[in-house]
């Protein structure tokens, strides 16, 4: 190869990389951060608490932009961008993955989890763990989970049975499980942005929903759902997600500081995401402007019974293993076994 093709070349890939690397402006790295949930949710405190911790550790190195409340974009549009390398990290819902894996579906099957730490345990499970590399040939490399919460329903009337939910049109996030799900309980579901929910129930464009406290409390769902059950049916949950060429073309040090900075903050999300969902259940309550019903061990069986034939439907999909893993993590068995910490 000639001398001068050969560095034309090189030139060219440096461009990639620079371009791929975020914009450095200065010799910073920039890593813009776009996410469409409040500040005040366990997303929104993650993302703020890793630019500060960016700041005090990588002063003059790296610079950290957040985005909230989907002021740079929604999820689908970041999703590209991040592919894109227009935007450097992304917490994009793993509902929202669907499109791009199958075994992602099994966070969103219904009853699937009965807590947050049956969660946890699963995404520390080998399987778990195995997720978060699912993606990295289509652009997205897993650096960590990062919890919400359990999903409650809002509607404008009671819904104590699934026989309630019958001919409600329920938002819900671009996931084919959870379509299926409504299907069972008898409702239409409209896929629909996190962005343009409120005012979808403000117009009655749609009559329900289901979505986190933390996200009904800072969204203001609360505000226009006459009631709010408190059923616990899913999980909401983010792929802390980077372009893996922008992660590995960062210099070896930047790159080591950033992940001990990531998986500090994760553990910080991960460890008060049920404390910042209770405190919002409390303020919707003291509000009196939506009415919490709380549902009779029966009445919640009765929901669980109707949404279980979704798993059948998804389970060779997602791979038998990965369900297993997943139902393991919440059954008491594994709750009591010496394992469990992990
Ligand atoms: C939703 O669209 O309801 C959620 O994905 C929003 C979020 O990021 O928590």
């Not at 813009?32 to 890793?50: D, I, M, Q, S």
């Not at 929903?209 to 409390?217: D, G, R």
Request: proline share 5%; with cysteine; net charge negative.
């Amino acid at each position: 190869m000639g001398k001068a093709l050969k560095a034309s070349l090189v030139a060219i890939a440096c461009l990639l990389v620079a371009a791929c690397a975020g914009s450095r402006d200065d010799g910073v790295i920039v890593i813009k951060f776009p996410h469409v949930v409040a500040p005040t949710t366990p997303k929104g405190r993650g993302a703020e608490r890793l630019k500060q911790l960016v700041e005090q550790r990588l002063p003059g190195r790296v610079r950290m932009e957040v985005y909230p409340s989907g002021q740079l974009m929604n999820d689908d549009d970041s999703m590209e961008a991040l592919a894109f390398g227009e935007v450097q990290m992304i917490a994009a819902s793993l509902s929202k993955f669907d499109r791009l894996t199958k075994r992602f579906k099994v966070f969103d099957l219904p009853f699937m989890f009965p807590d947050i730490e049956s969660v946890t345990r699963f995404q520390q499970s080998p399987e778990g763990r195995s997720l978060l590399g699912a993606l990295a040939d289509k652009g997205f490399l897993g650096l960590a989970f990062w919890h919400n919460g359990m999903k409650q329903f809002g509607a404008p009337r009671a819904l104590r049975r699934p026989e309630d939910a019958a001919g409600l049109k329920f938002r819900i996030m671009e996931s084919d499980v959870l379509q299926e799900q409504m299907r069972q309980i008898g409702g239409n579901a409209q896929k629909m942005d996190f962005g343009e929910v409120y005012q979808a129930l403000q117009t009655g464009a749609i009559d329900a929903q289901e979505n986190t406290w933390s996200n009904i409390y800072s969204q203001k769902f609360f505000e226009v759902q006459d009631y709010l059950m408190e059923t616990n049916h899913g999980y909401i949950g983010y792929l802390l997600a980077v372009n893996p060429d922008f992660w590995n073309g960062l210099p070896a040090g930047i790159r080591a500081e950033l992940e001990q900075i990531v998986d500090q903050v994760t553990r910080e999300v991960n460890g008060e995401s049920s404390a910042i969902n209770a405190e919002a259940r409390r303020k919707i309550i003291d509000s009196g402007a939506s009415t919490l019903v709380e549902l009779t061990p029966e009445e919640l069986e009765s929901w669980r019974a109707a949404m279980l034939p979704v798993w059948q439907q998804f389970e060779d999909q997602i791979g038998p293993d990965i369900v297993q893993a997943a139902q393991a993590a919440g059954s008491p068995e594994t709750i009591a076994s010496p394992d469990s910490s992990r």
